[in-house]
Nanobody
Framework: QVQLVESGGGLVQAGGSLRLSCAAS????????MGWFRQAPGKERVFVAG????????TYSDSVRGRFTISRDTAKNSMYLQMNSLKPEDTAVYYC??????????????????WGQGTQVTVSS
């Protein structure tokens, strides 16, 4: 198992920035891939960004590409999501997740069995 703890959410005006952090601990082989997902009220949880823990591969959803940047610091066992040019439609609870599955499952929320508690991001217009 991998334990994940997010931080960094909050309230920001449209056009602003936030940086989310996800601190990981536990079995490293259970986090071959890591991702950020978000869930808006009344909607399904959707993929936002993901990366291999090795850092060799990164991908984004179309809705955030060019505005969000995913990264990780292996020394701190942490993953980050830098969110710039935020829009009201980015408002959601953001979750980090880890999985031992391979890269081809990076966007599939059902492939992840380790989730953080979530952090609220609210973007006002």
């Amino acid at each position: 198992q991998v334990q994940l703890v997010e931080s960094g959410g909050g309230l920001v005006q449209a056009g602003g920035s936030l940086r989310l952090s996800c601190a990981a601990s536990g079995r490293t082989f259970s986090r071959n891939i890591m991702g950020w997902f978000r869930q808006a009220p009344g909607k399904e949880r959707v993929f936002v960004a993901g990366m291999s823990w090795s850092g060799s591969s990164i991908t984004y959803s179309d809705s955030v590409r060019g505005r969000f940047t995913i990264s990780r610091d292996t020394a701190k066992n942490s993953m980050y999501l830098q969110m710039n040019s935020l829009k009201p439609e980015d408002t959601a609870v953001y979750y980090c997740a880890a999985s031992g599955y391979s890269w081809n499952r990076i966007r599939d929320k059902n492939a992840y069995n380790n989730w953080g508690q979530g952090t609220q991001v609210t973007v006002s217009s």
